[in-house]
């Protein structure tokens, strides 16, 4: 029995440098977010969490104890929107 399926597609790269995964490849890792890897001579593209603080949750909840993810989430937020409000400067 196969434990896994190995999946290889030519997929042509747009002007604005997009490319597409077909949906049967999305649906199968279950993400949106993705995390691209240029080996100098391959590019590997592999699943990202889509939330990495509730992905961490488990990791670090005996590390550090009580941790608030919503506080978390919050500053994240935060701190994102601060960084592009000064890009629009």
Same mark, same amino acid.
């Given at each position: 029995m196969l434990l896994f399926m190995i999946m290889k597609q030519r997929m042509r790269i747009s002007k604005g440098g997009q490319v597409s995964i077909?949906? $049967?490849? +999305?649906? +199968?890792? $279950? /993400?949106? /977010? *993705? *995390?691209?890897?240029d080996l100098g001579d391959r590019i590997v593209l592999a699943p990202a969490p889509d939330d990495p603080i509730a992905a961490a949750e488990g990791a670090l909840a005996e590390a550090l104890g009580g941790l608030d993810l919503a506080r978390l989430r919050r500053r994240a937020r935060a701190d994102e929107q601060a960084a592009e409000a000064r890009r629009r400067l």
């Open positions: 077909p949906a $049967g490849i +999305r649906h +199968r890792w $279950g /993400t949106s /977010t *993705v *995390v691209l890897q």
